[in-house]
């Protein structure tokens, strides 16, 4: 039987980034207290799982490091308890620069996690201003060194291209910034603009506040040589990493692996099932148990998962999808700026990262 990785979705942020677009609640004590109770039934209501190898964990939010660390030790208590977890797990938590100080970052390492995605998303103030985030530029760098003090040895940093206000310099900055820091992995992100939201209305009302698709695509294809000759791995169309550092759970997602998500709006994917909480608080603490299922295809979506990979797909996952391997190359063929087929496998370019959705449609619609 395949391991299993745990996904805990903490929903509770301090305040709301203009960007956001996942499932969150206010911060809240009483809540908060009430969820950490939930997630004890939830967890213990899984026997049919009792006793099965777990060899990631990763807390994402939401702001799991809104949690206290002796709550957060608990939880992995528990999960140990529950499953049979792996002592060299891969124990991930997102956190926030603005959350972190040297007290809690020790107290994370003795409650087990070994890994952390910090949210730093630019070094340039003005930019974090506009996104709504709660720390500057300078908070961000010394929370790397905090960590690394603390006993962290990977550390994972997040960075947005496009930003309103984001010139070519300023990403460029923010960009050589966070290489100097050393981390072992970077999640860089296109900002994506959700309807309704208040970035929205900024960019309905400052376009020109936004840079364009052209200077977005020169952004992140600067941005890939960079780190690529700094000594990262360009594994994923989102992330880099050093040489073993790539994120084991993440990987699970993208190579069509197993996992069970905790807490509200969860995802899992178990036995060749899609399910999902409620994206609903006061429901999931009603019923911690109860879930939804999901529609899925799991050939197509092994596709569109895999192909985010630098590694790409065999051809044998296209004719599994209902693309045999003669009408997968004519496809490739006409897609030949930003697909390629290396043996039995096909892969994105570079240039078909950025247009990925519509090279995936000319794949396989």
């Known amino acids: 039987m395949q391991t299993l990785g745990i996904y805990l979705h903490v929903p509770f942020c301090r305040t709301r980034c203009r960007y956001c677009d996942f499932y969150r609640v206010g911060e809240n004590r009483a809540r908060m207290d009430r969820f950490v109770s939930a997630l004890a039934r939830e967890i213990e209501g899984w026997a049919a799982h009792a006793g099965r190898r777990v060899d990631t964990v990763f807390l994402g939010g939401g702001?799991?490091?809104?949690?206290?660390?002796?709550?957060?030790?608990?939880?992995?208590?528990?999960?140990?308890?529950?499953?049979?977890?792996?002592?060299?797990?891969?124990?991930?938590?997102?956190?926030?620069?603005?959350?972190?100080?040297?007290?809690?970052?020790?107290?994370?390492?003795?409650?087990?996690?070994?890994?952390?995605?910090?949210?730093?998303?630019?070094?340039?103030?003005?930019?974090?201003?506009?996104?709504?985030?709660?720390?500057?530029?300078?908070r961000a760098a010394a929370v790397i060194a905090e960590a690394r003090a603390a006993g962290f040895e990977r550390l994972s940093l997040d960075l947005m291209v496009g930003i309103p206000a984001q010139t070519e310099a300023s990403f460029a900055a923010s960009l050589e910034r966070a290489i100097a820091l050393s981390p072992d992995h970077m999640s860089l992100y296109?900002?994506?603009?959700?309807?309704?939201?208040?970035?929205?209305?900024?960019?309905r009302e400052r376009p020109r506040l936004f840079p364009g698709e052209e200077a977005e695509r020169r952004r992140y294809l600067r941005m890939r040589e960079r780190?690529?000759?700094?000594?990262?791995?360009?594994?994923?169309?989102?992330?880099?990493?050093?040489?073993?550092?790539?994120?084991?759970?993440?990987?699970?997602?993208?190579?069509?692996?197993?996992?069970?998500?905790?807490?509200?709006?969860?995802?899992?994917?178990?036995?060749?099932?899609?399910?999902?909480?409620?994206p609903d608080l006061e429901r999931w603490l009603a019923d911690p148990l109860a879930i939804e299922d999901l529609a899925a295809d799991p050939a197509t979506e092994r596709v569109l998962l895999g192909l985010r990979l630098e590694e790409g797909v065999e051809l044998g996952a296209l004719a599994a999808a209902g693309v045999d391997e003669a009408e997968a190359r004519r496809r490739a063929d006409r897609l030949a700026p930003f697909v390629e087929i290396r043996g039995d496998r096909l892969r994105l370019r570079p240039e078909g990262y950025l247009v990925s959705n519509s090279v995936l449609a000319g794949l396989l619609g």
């Open 190 to 203: 296109l900002l994506e603009v959700h309807g309704g939201s208040e970035l929205d209305f900024l960019k």
């Open 63 to 138: 702001t799991p490091s809104l949690l206290a660390p002796e709550e957060i030790g608990a939880i992995l208590g528990w999960l140990a308890n529950r499953f049979d977890v792996d002592p060299e797990a891969e124990v991930t938590a997102e956190a926030n620069p603005s959350d972190l100080h040297p007290e809690r970052l020790a107290g994370l390492r003795r409650a087990g996690v070994n890994r952390l995605s910090i949210g730093v998303q630019s070094f340039c103030d003005r930019e974090l201003g506009l996104l709504g985030r709660r720390h500057d530029g300078a």
């Open 227 to 278: 780190l690529r000759a700094a000594g990262f791995r360009h594994y994923e169309i989102s992330n880099f990493a050093r040489p073993g550092a790539e994120c084991r759970h993440n990987l699970r997602y993208w190579r069509s692996g197993e996992w069970l998500g905790l807490g509200p709006a969860a995802h899992s994917s178990l036995g060749g099932r899609r399910f999902r909480h409620p």
